[in-house]
């Protein structure tokens, strides 16, 4: 059940995320640049254009995740036990799950912008771009990693 809610969390949130933060002209688009000064405008779109890249990832992660749940479940069956498998198997699944806790850790950091004073706006937007580039590196690595991973570890079945 546990695992169920989890999904339906992460799914509402991913929808939501997309939906607020795709690039338009309406009023809600215009409210968040006013955040920042016209000057910090191209800096704060370069932090949206790399989170932006990435969060559509966030769909494929959580495929991977499950598929990765499943080959832990299907070697912790198999006697005897191969522990350096499931050693490998787990390292995959952990850096999918450390790669998502960094956009969930980066969205809700980027989200306090607006409660950091505007004289220090730009220094944010400097650190939180750094964060956003590690974060889509941990992100975009994790998922080539896990895919390869399953194309040479195929799930019992497949």
């Known amino acids: 059940m546990f695992k169920w809610n989890h999904k339906w969390v992460i799914g509402v949130v991913c929808l939501a995320l997309l939906f607020g933060c795709q690039s338009d002209n309406s009023d ?3 409210m968040q640049r006013q955040s920042v000064s016209d000057e910090l405008e191209p800096l704060y ?3 949206m254009t790399i989170h932006d890249e990435v969060m ?3 769909k494929t992660l959580t495929q991977l995740q499950e598929q990765m ?3 832990l479940d299907t070697l912790r069956q198999q006697t005897p036990i191969d522990h350096d498998a499931l050693q490998q198997a787990n390292r995959v699944l952990g850096n999918l799950n450390r790669a998502e ?3 969930w850790s980066w969205m809700h950091d980027f989200s306090k912008l607006d409660s950091v004073p505007e004289t220090d706006h730009e220094r944010f937007l400097l650190m ?3 964060s956003a580039l ?3 590196e941990l992100m975009l690595s994790s998922i080539a990693s896990a ?3 399953l194309n040479e570890n195929p799930i019992s079945g497949e």
Do not use: L
């Open 128 to 130: 939180e771009k750094s």
């Open 101 to 103: 806790d960094a956009m």
């Open 28 to 30: 809600d688009s215009t």
């Open 69 to 71: 749940s499943v080959k």
């Open 45 to 47: 779109d370069e932090v």
């Open 134 to 136: 590690s974060m889509k």
């Open 56 to 58: 559509p990832e966030m």
């Open 147 to 149: 895919k390869t991973y």
